[in-house]
């Protein structure tokens, strides 16, 4: 078999899948977040719209997430996730535009859990697409990068938002509703490009050769537990090398080689064959299907290549096969648990950062009770705003300056994100580059009170360090499912540690609004982070993720 320079194959594979798929999740992020921006004016614009039904919306978005998480995840290994990923966009921008239509708090809670359930499918899809490229040692990297969208989300989100806002009175909308209406555009577009722009799968890449093909697939599918990669016997004109899969009753893994006695012409004539099936986008790399199944394994065909659909497929049997490892393996449910506590800090964070950044320049992050109203004071309450009047200068000044001020702790979250992964791969190691991070979090949550009352600056610089080590946990936490699990089953233990993932998500937001309702302040709220972030570590650090 010729050298191939693994170097260069893989940038190319990096230029191809990393882009299009760190759009879908910066627009995933942007659509699911930017309500933490459009609530600087909601609540005075529309009256049910206090701190608790702003948490209770936040959380009710990971309400519908956690529903399809696995159901979406399984339609994207039997669709593929070229196909599926458009569906799911063209369904959460619809969903987004509507926001700038509600009126009632039962529209806005039926619109987030809709939208909730229409984004379930769009990571695990951009997981299961990266393993198809990428062997479970390049994953975690791979798809850190991709991952940096939700803290690219933050920081082009608050001047975006800021922006957006300011057409406040234009055309007789408010500026939330143009934010809302905008934002929802982008992921219509980008379903229109991916089916053109996402390469399938290894075997069909038209940025690479055929023979550089057949190297990307065995460099993947070598790192895959269950899979044993058999060199083909050795024969003049011959460059392959056949792949075996262990597991019976089903497709079995298809050879690398065209067949030795036939020589290169043989081997160009059977790529070009299974290149001319990659339009069926059916059943691609899932050529392993049953990995870990029992029984004796089986000759693979000779010279017979994994057929290179759109990167799904699988029979059912398969798929229940999958689920079955996925999710019964008790080490992905304690994963799925730091993932929960995890998320309560992250979505706090995503849903009540502006908030909480309007809250410091104001000098009322520990308490706000002179913005409280008692019982005698409500009929002198200043009544909701006409949605077709423009705010006063000051108070979008303010908000501007808010949303501005919002992107630095993004900032560090990005670097950091991607620093930590690099090194965690590079020390293959995972365990402390997530229960650091995680500590550094919860220090900064501790001290972010005092540092509110000194000032706003340092505020800032406490959330910058808390959104830095929560940020900092994706690579190495995402990727360890895929190191305990064969591709199939650690897709599904993705979507459980997901899901788990989703009730922090549902949590987070919920309990800070209504503790700030209760406190008439942040104080509480910043210190059950503070605890969070600490047990997040503290599991972590106990984790046995030795085999079971």
Known sequence: MKAMDGAAIRRRVNWHCLPPLFLVALACQLDRSNLAYAALQLSSDLSFFSRTVQGLGSGCFFVGYSLLQIPSSAACMALGPRRWLPIILVAWGALAMCFAAMRSIAAFLVLRLLLGAAEAGAYPAIMFHLSLFYSPRN?????TIVATATAVAGLTGGPLAAGIMSLDGAAGLRGWQWLFLLEGVAPLLLAAALPFWL??????????????????????????PGIELVPAAPEAGSDGLEAGASGAGQHEVASLAAPAAAGPGAEATATQQTAGHAESEHAELLA????????????????????????????????????????????VWVLGIVMLLV??????????????????????????????LDDDDVALAPA???????APSGSLALLVRAALLSALPFCGAAVCMVANAWHARRADERRLHVAVPMLAAALAWGVLPPAAA???GLAVVALTVAASGIWATHGPLFSWPAALLDRDAAAMGFALVKTCGSVGSFLGPLLIGWLADLMHGYSGAVVMLAGVSAAAAALVCVFNDAPT
């Not at 994953?139 to 798809?143: F, H, I, K, S, T």
């Not at 010279?303 to 019964?328: E, N, V």
């Not at 909701?384 to 423009?390: D, E, G, N, T, V």
């Open 139 to 143: 994953l975690g990297l791979a798809y």
């Open 199 to 224: 390469p399938a799968s290894p075997l069909t890449a038209p940025f690479l050769s055929p023979d550089e093909q057949q190297w990307l697939w065995r460099e993947v599918n070598a790192e895959q």
């Open 288 to 331: 392993t299907h049953k990995r870990g199944g029992e029984g004796p394994s089986e000759a693979p065909v000779a010279g017979q290549l994994p057929s290179p659909g759109d990167g799904g497929g699988g029979d059912s049997g398969g798929l229940r096969a999958a689920a079955r490892r996925g999710l019964s393996d008790p080490r």
């Open 343 to 372: 998320d309560v800090c992250m979505n706090a964070i995503h849903f009540w950062l502006p908030t909480l950044v309007k809250a410091s320049l104001q000098g009322q992050l520990e308490s706000d009770e002179d913005e409280a």
């Open 384 to 390: 909701p705003r006409p949605l077709h009047a423009a």
């Open 454 to 456: 000194v000032g706003p």
